[in-house]
């Protein structure tokens, strides 16, 4: 059944307040009183992070390979095959430069072509920030990769096939959800990218 908006009060909370607990960096935790807009009037407190916004990159060269990065997640301990991407950061004047910046640094190629994809939330049950997904075209590297100057980030550069990728996600050697999203976007926008030939999904 499809219930029209207006009656549809009884799911929403209104934050009568919300406190900063803890500022980490590169996100911070705060806690909301808030409360149900249901009959019962329900007041609880909940948790949620608050990040900036991120981007992800699908940079493809003329072969139609993908360029994907390795590098070491502390949350699994363990290295993970993901797309170039970042955080937007406060010199950023849109998520499109900030993709462009995000992809030199880490790979210290440019594109020809940027074309956006989507945008999704990574999760709304706390978080609530966008993660914007471009396609970059004609991938050139120009300049060698740009790392953190904390020295605590460290990343390898691999390209791909791109009829190989559903395969990589099958098997689990793809399995940041973020990137899977990206991929997925790429099949709705650009269904001409995967023909038989180079399809990461057939």
Known sequence: MIF??????????QSLSRELVADCKVFSVSRIL?????????RAQFYTLNCSSWVNVIALN??????????YRHGVEGLTLEIPGGCVEPG????????MRELREETGCI??????????????????????TYLAEGILQVESPKFDETGTERIDSI???L???SDAIRSGAISHALVIAAFHFLALERPELLCKKWSAFT
């Open 4 to 13: 029209h908006p207006q009656t549809r009060d009884w799911l929403f909370w």
């Open 34 to 42: 808030s409360e149900s807009q249901s009959p019962e009037r329900k």
């Open 62 to 71: 003329s072969e139609k390979s993908v360029l994907m990065v390795e590098q």
């Open 92 to 99: 950023d004047l849109t998520p499109l430069s900030a993709a």
């Open 111 to 132: 594109a020809d072509r940027w074309i956006y994809l989507g945008k999704n939330h990574p999760n709304p049950a706390l978080q609530d920030n966008f993660c914007y």
């Open 159 to 161: 390209y791909i096939p």
């Open 163 to 165: 009829h190989k990728i």
